[in-house]
C-alpha cells in the first residue's frame, strides 16, 4: 500500500492544517492532513530527529551533526526523509551534506492546533 503525505508547504509558508480543536471539529481533511504530521512524528527516533533539527542553532541542522539517536546513518536518513516527506522539515544540498530546517511556521501550526482558542 503506498502512502501519500499530504503537503503542509505552501510557497515557502506554512498553511495550518486546521483550527484549534477547542475552537470546532475538524474536516476529514484537515484531519488527514494533521495525522501525516503526528504520525511522522509517532515514532522516537524521528521524534528526536525532529528535536535535534529544531534545537539546533539556526534550527538547521546538518546531517552529518545528526549522529547520537541509536541507529544507523542508513536509518536516519530514511527517518529524515519521512519527516520531510510530511512536510515537517526542509531540505537543501550543500556540497556532499544535505542542511535539514524546521520552519518555524511548521511549529507553530502544530502548536496552534493543540492550543486552546482564546475567548473573547
Not at 539556526?58 to 526523509?81: F, M, N, R, W, Y
Request: aromatic share 4%.
Amino acid at each position: 500500500m503506498t502512502t501519500k503525505a499530504l503537503p503542509l508547504l505552501e510557497q515557502e509558508a506554512v498553511t495550518p492544517c486546521c483550527p484549534p480543536l477547542s475552537e470546532r471539529p475538524i474536516t476529514a481533511e484537515e484531519a488527514e492532513r494533521a495525522a501525516v504530521m503526528f504520525k511522522a512524528l509517532g515514532d522516537p527516533v524521528r521524534l528526536r530527529l525532529f528535536s535535534l533539527v529544531a534545537s539546533h542553532e539556526g534550527g538547521e541542522a546538518c546531517v552529518c551533526d545528526i549522529s547520537d539517536v541509536g541507529v544507523s546513518q542508513p536509518t536516519v536518513s530514511h527517518h529524515l526523509k519521512k519527516l520531510r516527506e510530511a512536510g515537517l522539515l526542509t531540505s537543501e544540498r550543500r556540497g556532499t551534506w544535505v542542511y535539514y530546517k524546521v520552519e518555524p511556521s511548521v511549529l507553530a501550526a502544530m502548536g496552534r492546533l493543540l492550543t486552546r482558542a482564546a475567548t473573547a
